[in-house]
């Protein structure tokens, strides 16, 4: 939406800068949904052109969004609209319990879902008798239709028979647990750690290998202090902040 001469002339009598009210005037078309997440930001010319300022001034406002995360820059493409960042525990909390409280409509595409034979590392981890097998589930979590981590969980299968018969693609987890099998998820430790993207995370999270993650490495327990579930999730890093510490659960 182009400014008009008017607008132009109050911009320049303001005590605010002009870069910062250009910034302004770029916030203001995001939250009207003028632009979207992903959407391409005008490029330094354009701005210099559309509100009559100089390369130097539409260099700062660019820099200045892409430094608070409004924006992020590709080279060679430009500087695009970011998806808002989400500051969570998520690496802790049901990730659909957790995206319902901020507003965004969580749902998975389910990858893999299955009763197996666990590893070594996942066995010890869930504290399982010998023989004990375990459900497999991998998911692309989304978050407004946006995928925004990679998750791959591991349940004792007898805590839980018949799990693998629930549509996890848009009902939680969690909630299933609490109302089918009367396991109340009741606290969790999670180790969060950067990692880079692998080609398969970063072909599930629209990103680029070797890419930022963040990854978090959970355990979940029970009201009766017993381990349910090891998931493993990683995040993209420039959509999640996490919070450390142990995090008690409903």
Known sequence: MELSYLIQTGMRRSFHPLYYQIEQEILREIQDYQMEPGDRLPSEAEIAQRFHVSRITSRRVLADLVSKGIAYSQQGRGTFVAFPRIQTMSGFLSFSDDMTARGLVPSSMVLRFEEISPDPAVHSRLQLQEG????????VRLANSSPVALEIAYLPA?????????DLAHQSLFRILREKFSIYP???????????????????????????????????????????????????GDRFTFYTGRQYIG
């Open 158 to 166: 007898q805590i839980c028979p018949g799990l693998d018969g629930e």
């Open 186 to 236: 009741t606290w969790s430790e999670a180790e969060i750690e950067a990692t880079l993207a692998t080609p398969e995370e970063a072909e599930y999270l629209n990103s680029q290998p070797g890419a930022p993650l963040l990854c978090a490495t959970r355990l979940t327990y029970s009201q009766t202090n017993a381990v349910i579930e090891t998931v493993r999730s990683v995040y993209s």
């Open 132 to 139: 004990e097998r375990v459900f497999c589930l991998k998911r």
